[in-house]
């Protein structure tokens, strides 16, 4: 059972494998849900590992990296997509062996976590766990028309990426958050064009770019502006466009506009943003406490943590975050599966593992901000 990372050459192969395996009708197919990744390429098409059987792909299993900027620090994040395996090869083994490769070769990598959707089940064989945070907010007419808001004077025009001192004006806006993948210039737009959205630039009086969002069926998939007044004048003036009630997806690290919208919309549901797993403890808590800590003021303390065989001693103080290799007993003691849920949510930490009085401290720090962007995801 030999697997192979593809080539460029195989590119047309792997989409009619893929779209054959998820079951998609013409003119649905890979290359349009996530154009960011699907593209004939030597880069791109190296992520996919895949299995030939009888003189064709038969499995495959995309492995794409991402640079995560979570707030000085940059990570490595791995998004798994366009897992399968074609109807009569199922039952085999292929899955599993590729996802074995995928795993060993993202931690000989350097990776520090990964990311991927599916069934909960189906992943936490490989150590997978369904956790993150993410808020929708359900924004009716009749709560702007309530909130005495003045309706702004905002134009909106569909995103292209001719337009490209828009697109960099665009571009700044998403780099400007606490926690974003970074995203090149030419790929921006495609980015935003993932799971069939439309990117839409917001204008002012005076053509100037003010903020962009991408949205599909009335759902703001992702929003980003100068400020957190003028997101609300977009979202404001979007709905009076559509003449219809709004959702507005918003992740953790938004707290001005999770906070804001809090204040204004019907409803808002907290979500667990898809299958995690945490490669490097160390850094990636110290990375999101910091973000935590920086947007929300946490309260200072100490606490030491072992996960598995993994003894970390976090702190956070006035100068900062600490995150080191600690010893001695620890203060919370969990498994691999529970410190995802303990730590990253959706729900508080002691709705995930009991927390002894030694680490309460932790009730004020968790949930941790992990989140992911719908264009960013695969």
């Given at each position: 059972m030999q697997i192979e990372r593809l080539k460029t050459g195989d590119f047309e192969e792997a989409m009619e494998t893929m779209a054959t395996a998820f079951e998609f009708k013409s003119p649905r197919d890979f290359p349009m849900l996530l154009p960011q990744i699907y593209q004939p390429t030597e880069e791109l098409m190296k992520a996919i590992y895949a299995i030939r059987l009888d003189g064709r792909i038969v499995s495959a299993v995309g492995v794409h990296p991402r640079d995560w900027q979570v707030g000085d620090s940059t990570l490595k994040l791995a998004g798994i997509g366009g897992v399968c395996t074609l109807h009569d090869y199922r039952g085999k083994g292929l899955m599993k062996a590729i996802m074995e490769r995928c795993l060993t070769d993202m931690k000989a990598e350097g990776f520090h976590l990964s990311w991927l959707g599916g069934q909960?089940?189906?992943?936490?064989?490989?150590?997978?766990?369904?956790?993150?945070?993410?808020?929708?907010?359900?924004?009716?007419?009749?709560?702007?028309?309530?909130?005495?808001?003045?309706?702004?004077?905002?134009?909106?025009?569909?995103?292209g990426g001719h337009y490209v001192d828009r697109v960099a004006t665009a571009r700044a806006f998403h780099e400007a958050k606490p926690i974003h993948?970074?995203?090149?210039?030419?790929?921006?737009?495609?980015?935003?064009?993932?799971?069939?959205?439309?990117?839409?630039?917001?204008?002012?009086?005076?053509?100037?770019?003010?903020?962009?969002?991408?949205?599909?069926?009335?759902?703001?998939?992702?929003?980003?502006?100068?400020?957190?007044?003028?997101t609300l004048?977009?979202?404001?003036?979007?709905?009076?466009?559509?003449?219809?009630?709004?959702?507005?997806?918003?992740?953790?690290?938004?707290?001005?506009?999770?906070?804001?919208l809090g204040q204004l919309a019907e409803r808002v549901s907290v979500n667990a943003t898809?299958?995690?797993?945490?490669?490097?403890?160390?850094?990636?808590?110290?990375?999101?406490?910091?973000?935590?800590?920086?947007?929300?003021?946490?309260?200072?303390g100490k606490l030491r943590i072992q996960i598995d065989e993994t003894r970390l001693d976090l702190e956070v103080c006035a100068s900062g975050v600490n995150c080191l290799v600690g010893e001695g007993p620890p203060d919370l003691q969990l498994t691999h599966f529970d410190a995802h849920r303990v730590l990253f949510g959706p729900t508080r930490p002691g709705d995930g593992a009991p927390i002894p009085e030694s680490a309460r401290i932790l009730e004020s720090w968790a949930p941790l901000p992990l989140g992911f962007m719908r264009g960013d995801s695969v």
């Open positions: 909960r089940q189906r992943y936490q064989y490989y150590g997978y766990e369904r956790c993150g945070n993410v808020y929708d907010f359900d924004l009716r007419v009749a709560n702007l028309r309530h909130s005495r808001r003045a309706t702004p004077d905002i134009r909106f025009e569909p995103m993948v970074r995203r090149s210039q030419e790929d921006f737009v495609l980015y935003l064009l993932s799971g069939y959205c439309e990117p839409w630039f917001a204008l002012d009086s005076d053509e100037n770019v003010i903020g962009y969002f991408a949205q599909v069926d009335g759902g703001v998939r992702e929003i980003s502006s100068q400020n957190v007044e003028v004048d977009i979202l404001h003036a979007w709905a009076n466009y559509l003449e219809q009630d709004i959702h507005v997806v918003v992740q953790p690290d938004d707290v001005s506009l999770a906070r804001s898809g299958n995690w797993q945490v490669f490097d403890w160390q850094a990636t808590l110290r990375a999101l406490l910091e973000v935590r800590r920086d947007t929300q003021g946490i309260s200072e």
